[in-house]
């Protein structure tokens, strides 16, 4: 039994390095950006980037899970689905992205950014890549290459990180006269002093096209091919999910879509909503340490499931799988929540960005439970009934929506991240129920509940009712309950722990 979850753990640390420290490394831009950037600059990213998560789900259409199962069910003819899934994003992606150039100047017009068509231009390229290169990306997964997975992305953020730095820090310097002058004429060339949030996105989109070309040896085989025997079956598995994801990112970033238009102007006394969003935003990202243990667990265990889809004892095992990112996610709910105190002024550099702080522990929430919900969904998934996962979506979409507008116009950005946990919480509930009826799954139900809610009262307890005692002994206080939980947890659990090491 130990080896099917040791090659789980083994695929997910590897995926997680290349997920978790590239969002590490990326995350060390927040506190560059929030230092350079006022409170409305950041906004704009915030604002920019919650609509690319938007339509990038519109790019890939759901054919990314579609070519893991069409692929696993008939390996004889994974080659053929590559080509077709390829061909089809290819497609689809290069209309989208003409269709949108075209729109540049009402877009930005609606978005209030007037005169600020490169920002569609630069984003349209960042989406036209990070679909065309989805398939190739999940045919690594696919094959097991997550080393060469690690590589390529971990390389591409580095390039991006570097050209954010040159771009921010080093070209200022430069065209000042206050540091390496014999770089003068090419920063001269490259360089535009009136620019500041367009070289986040020209450092993003540079990224994405040289990860793009160390994708070749993957794209190798690739032949445009557009039989419609392959491709109609995974039309028909992937639309529910499209819709599904269009409903799933919308409960995870309309809330900051929604923010800046349902907030009265002037909510926050001495706040713009530009500058409230940007609050929110970075204060958001403070919640990506929960968000890199979904995303690390997802890549692994989207082929995992698939590949163990037939084996008549994969049930016990994915109960298994699910206790563990439980007893995982409860650890950094209470980590992350203890620490916040030193770790939101590290990455935070301006005094506003904390403002919006208490709301992290709600966002952690959300997010581990967006990852039992992620869970939740192999049932679905290998029963081919898509169609009730774009149900529990939608309807979950709908609730964000509803929640956003009663929450947001009294509660503020606190209202936005209440919504985002209660959204989720009833998306997993609806996912557990219709589950255990057309796909039992022993979950350890009861052991699983109780880790989540003794690390939610811990975490609410210490930030609402131990935080005011004192910095240092809270900090103490804290953490002796983090490693409180952790020995419980090593206690009862001696028995998952012993397979998975």
């Known amino acids: 039994m130990a080896n099917p979850l040791r090659r789980l753990l083994g695929e997910t640390a590897l995926y997680g390095l290349s997920s978790v420290l590239g969002r590490v490394l990326n995350f060390l831009l927040v506190p560059l950006y929030t230092q350079v950037l006022p409170a409305d600059g950041y906004g704009i990213v915030t604002d920019l980037y919650a609509w690319v998560a938007f339509l990038l789900v519109v790019y890939t259409f759901g054919m990314e899970t579609s070519f893991f199962r069409h692929a696993t069910k008939n390996p004889e ?8 899934s390829t061909t089809a994003i290819f497609i689809t992606s290069l209309t989208l992205s003409l269709l949108l150039v075209g729109l540049a100047t009402p877009i930005v017009g609606y978005l209030q950014y007037p005169g600020k068509e490169v920002f569609v231009y630069w984003l349209v390229g960042i989406l036209f890549i990070d679909a065309f290169s989805a398939i190739p990306f999940a045919q690594l997964r696919l094959q097991h290459k997550a080393k060469p997975f690690a590589i390529i992305k971990l390389f591409g953020i580095a390039l991006n990180i570097g050209l954010n730095l040159f771009f921010i820090l080093l070209c200022p310097a430069v065209h000042a006269g206050e540091a390496v002058p014999f770089l003068s004429p090419l920063v001269e ?51 529910p999910l499209l819709f ?10 309309m809330s900051r879509a929604f923010l800046k238009q349902l907030m009265p102007e002037g909510f926050y006394a001495g706040r713009t909503n530009q500058e409230s969003l940007g609050i929110f935003g970075a204060c958001y990202k403070l919640a ?4 890199l243990a979904v995303q690390a667990f997802r890549y692994a265990a989207e082929p995992f499931f698939f590949g163990r889809a037939k084996d008549k004892n994969s049930p016990q095992l994915f109960a298994q799988v699910m206790h563990g990112f439980i007893l995982l996610g409860a650890l950094m709910l ?13 990455m935070l550099r301006r005094p506003e960005y904390l403002e919006a702080l208490h709301i992290v522990p709600t966002l952690l929430l959300a997010n581990l439970l967006l990852g039992v919900y992620f869970n939740l969904s192999v049932w679905f998934k290998l029963t081919d009934r898509t169609y009730f996962g774009t149900g529990i979506a939608l309807g979950g979409a709908l609730l964000t929506v509803v929640f956003n507008l009663m929450l947001i116009p009294t509660w503020g950005y606190e209202g936005a991240a209440l919504t985002t946990v209660l959204v989720y919480a009833v998306m997993t509930i609806a996912n557990f129920w219709l589950g255990q ?6 979950y350890h139900t009861n052991k ?3 880790y989540l809610f003794l690390s939610t009262v811990i975490a609410f307890g210490f930030r609402y009712y131990l935080l005011p005692t004192g910095t240092i002994v809270s900090l103490v206080v804290g953490n002796l309950l983090l490693l409180s939980l952790l020995l419980v947890m090593l206690r009862f659990e001696r028995r998952l722990f012993k397979t998975l090491t």
């Not at 009826?437 to 022993?442: G, L, M, T």
Request: net charge positive; charged share 15%; proline share 7%.
């Open 437 to 442: 009826k057309h796909y039992p799954i022993p």
């Open 334 to 346: 209470v980590g992350i929540t203890v620490n916040l105190e030193w770790l939101g002024p590290l």
């Open 448 to 450: 699983g509940l109780l």
């Open 189 to 239: 060339w490259v360089y535009k002093p009136t620019w500041d949030v367009e070289y986040i996105f020209l450092s993003n989109l540079v990224a994405n096209g040289v990860m793009l070309l160390l994708l070749v040896p993957t794209l190798r085989t690739f032949r445009p091919e557009f039989q419609w025997k392959f491709l109609r079956p995974m039309l028909v598995y992937a639309y």
């Open 244 to 253: 599904m994801g269009i409903a799933g990112v919308t409960n995870e970033m």
């Open 77 to 84: 003819h994974a080659e053929r689905y590559y080509r077709a």
């Open 288 to 291: 990506v340490f929960m968000n």
